[in-house]
């Protein structure tokens, strides 16, 4: 890459160099090459999985504009957002044919690559891990503004359907964010979402002890607006649910990214009959 970018105070003229010193060589940056090939198009759109250094460039300044920029997250650096767990996934993305800028993305970290994963922070995964299932990690999604529509959702799930078909998953997981630091908000939203019956218990998960809230989910408050808890739900959580998704623990609250953050499952056995035919069959 060529130019300056600021990077952790400094101005450096090659930050993979320092990406690399930092996190000792990214297998898949130095390596230019996924764990997984995706590749689907349509007119307006093309979704790969990244397999450039100037992608994997973009998709974290792209990162960096929609979870510090925009939802206020807090970052190492000035101008990317990143983290050690870039170096053991998959980048997921969707660009514009018109100007082939990234403007959709998806992290992607597979058990059949990894035995480590970014939920792993905020949430106790023991059981879960030891399925024998295969799992597939989603996470830092994110859609420009300008394209934020069905045509690029669909081409995401097409995308999460594939990669998880050519790794034979079970289970997708991951931590879905309201972006609220209301306690409050949370202990109400996760007695509602149970009353809803989206509430499940199988794999014992809790959120560890320097993500989790201090209140008793034990006791449900009264909920009587019903309504207003249903417009607090996030749009990208509201999909997951309705494709047959579930909440597996209380919720957690990460301070860095300013949210509340509900683990959120799905057993791709149990999706809704639509969503398997449109997303998850060959």
């Known amino acids: 890459m060529q130019g300056l970018i600021g990077l952790g105070g400094s101005l450096i003229k090659n930050p993979f160099q320092s990406f690399e010193e930092k996190y000792e060589v990214f297998k898949c940056f130095s390596a230019n090459s996924p764990y997984i090939n995706i590749f689907f198009e349509t007119e307006n759109y ?21 979870f510090v920029k925009e939802c206020h997250a807090e970052s190492e650096y000035e101008n990317i957002e990143i983290d050690h767990f870039d170096s053991i996934c998959d980048h997921l993305v969707i660009k514009d044919k018109k100007n082939e800028k990234i403007i959709g993305y998806y992290r992607m970290i597979s058990s059949a690559f990894s035995n480590e994963f970014y939920s792993e922070n905020e949430f106790n995964l023991k ?25 690029v959702i669909n ?16 289970y997708l997981f991951g931590c879905t964010s309201i972006h609220s630091e209301s306690f409050s ?14 509430v499940i218990d199988n794999f014992n998960i809790t959120p560890t002890s320097l993500y989790s809230i201090n209140i008793n989910f034990d006791n449900g408050p009264c ?4 309504m207003r808890l249903k417009s607090e739900i996030p749009s990208l959580l509201k999909s997951y649910l309705g494709a047959g998704a579930k909440i597996a623990s209380t919720p957690a609250y990460d301070k860095d990214f300013s949210c509340i953050d509900f683990f959120t499952i799905m057993d791709i056995y149990n999706v809704s009959r639509s969503f398997k035919r449109r997303y998850f069959s060959l």
């Open 46 to 66: 093309l979704m790969k999985t990244a397999d450039t250094l100037e992608e994997f460039y973009e998709i974290f300044t792209f990162r960096h504009s929609v």
């Open 155 to 170: 081409l995401l799930w097409k995308g999460i359907g594939q990669y998880s078909l050519m790794t034979d998953t079970r």
């Open 223 to 226: 909920i009587t607006d019903t």
């Open 185 to 198: 908000l949370a202990h109400e939203m996760y007695h509602y979402l149970k009353q809803e019956n989206k």
């Open 127 to 151: 059981d879960l891990k030891g399925t024998k299932e295969n799992l597939l990690e989603l996470g830092r999604a994110c859609i420009d503004i300008h394209h934020r529509n069905g045509q």
